[in-house]
């Protein structure tokens, strides 16, 4: 198991910043990529970001610019960090790890099911 715990989502207006955590607790989380979806009311859940255990990163069009997605020095936590948000970025923010030990690319990177962990999610609300 690979317990992943985001924080850092709260209410913010347009063109603010919000930077999310997301942390888990066990060694091997090194070997994981790291993904960040999210999940709009009434909406599909969708890909964001995601970062590599080498660091390679993957961006959706509409954040491209705005985004950032980091993981720190011993890969223990991953970060998003969100500029210029606009109300269309409101929703739940998940994390995800996954790809264990297994080569990434730009297209499994954006896909869901290939991550086997996920965390509980975090809310963000951007106000007009």
């Known amino acids: 198991q690979v317990p992943l715990v985001e924080s850092g989502g709260e209410l913010v207006h347009t063109g603010g910043s919000l930077r999310l955590s997301c942390e888990a607790s066990?060694?091997?989380?090194?070997?994981?990529?790291l993904g960040w979806f999210r999940r709009a009311p009434g909406k599909e859940r969708e890909f964001v970001a995601a970062?590599?255990?080498?660091?390679?990163?993957a961006y959706r069009d509409s954040v491209k610019g705005r985004f950032i997605v980091s993981r720190d020095g011993d890969k223990k936590a991953a970060f998003l960090q969100m500029n210029s948000l606009i109300p269309e970025d409101t929703a739940v923010y998940y994390c995800?790890?996954?790809?264990?030990?297994?080569?990434?690319?730009?297209?499994?990177?954006?896909?869901?099911?290939?991550?086997?962990?996920w965390g509980q999610g975090t809310q963000v609300t951007v106000s007009s």
């Open positions: 970062i590599t255990s080498g660091g390679v990163t």
């Open positions: 995800a790890a996954g790809l264990r030990g297994r080569s990434a690319t730009q297209i499994t990177m954006r896909d869901s099911r290939v991550y086997d962990y």
């Open positions: 066990v060694r091997t989380f090194s070997m994981y990529a």
